[in-house]
């Protein structure tokens, strides 16, 4: 079957790091994705990787290993904003999204 | 164009009622999906359009649940005899295939949660 694994929930104080991780076990790859998702609101794209390494924009950077099945998020300079829950989805051989469960990320001052 | 819109945002309706929920995708977008979420958990995949022609349909999708596109503009995702297990956020999405190769960026839409009494 298709798995993704995502942390349920962390928590991080605003101005720190945090690293939200993501494995995956699909039937064939074609990118992975990071979404962000407020309380009651509607998934916002963040990241697109399909090749191995780490992809950078401001304070969000996203890296992925093929060969591990294997992603993560990256988050610097937390802001309260930040607290959203962040959902990973691998596009299958099929070119379908298969989504995780999202991980709630909770910011304190 | 100001992107994916769905309505209505909130339905409440009582087991066994039909409900309609309507999305207008970004008008310059080709591939048009809906999403049921619940409550702590990914969105989970029911059909999507490629212009007018429904492509896909999840296997785990009761009979109930019909959706159209007609003209390849605006879609309708109807529930019949709902139930309430049914009661869930639906989320619609759009994206331009071909915006990266073999992939698709989708846009959401801010969703239509459905309360079923």
């Known amino acids: 079957g298709q798995n993704i694994d995502q942390p349920t929930e962390m928590t991080a104080t605003e101005g720190a790091i945090v690293q939200i991780n993501c494995t995956y076990q699909t039937s064939g790859f074609n990118g992975l994705f990071w979404y962000q998702q407020h309380a009651g609101e509607a998934p916002t794209f963040l990241s697109y990787?399909?090749l191995d390494g780490l992809e950078e924009k401001g304070r969000f950077s996203s890296f992925l290993s093929r060969s591990k099945g294997y992603s993560y998020l990256l988050l610097k300079e937390l802001q309260m904003k930040d607290s959203a829950s962040y959902l990973c989805a691998v596009l299958d051989s099929n070119y379908q999204l298969i989504w995780g469960a999202g991980t709630k990320l909770i910011i304190k001052p | 164009d100001t992107g994916v819109s769905q309505d209505p945002r909130h339905k409440i309706t009582k087991r066994g009622q039909n409900v309609t929920f309507r999305c207008d995708p970004i008008s310059e977008h080709n591939r048009l999906y809906w999403y049921r979420q619940t409550l702590g958990q990914g969105p989970e995949f029911l059909t999507y359009f490629q212009n007018e022609a429904q492509l896909e349909k999840s296997r785990l999708l009761s009979d109930r649940f019909s959706a159209e596109r007609p003209k390849g503009s605006f879609s309708t995702l109807e529930i019949q005899r709902t139930e309430q297990g049914d009661s869930a956020m639906y989320l619609c999405a759009s994206s331009l295939v071909g915006t990266f190769s073999g992939a698709n960026v989708l846009t959401f839409g801010a969703g239509s949660r459905l309360t079923v009494l």
């Open positions: 990787n399909v």
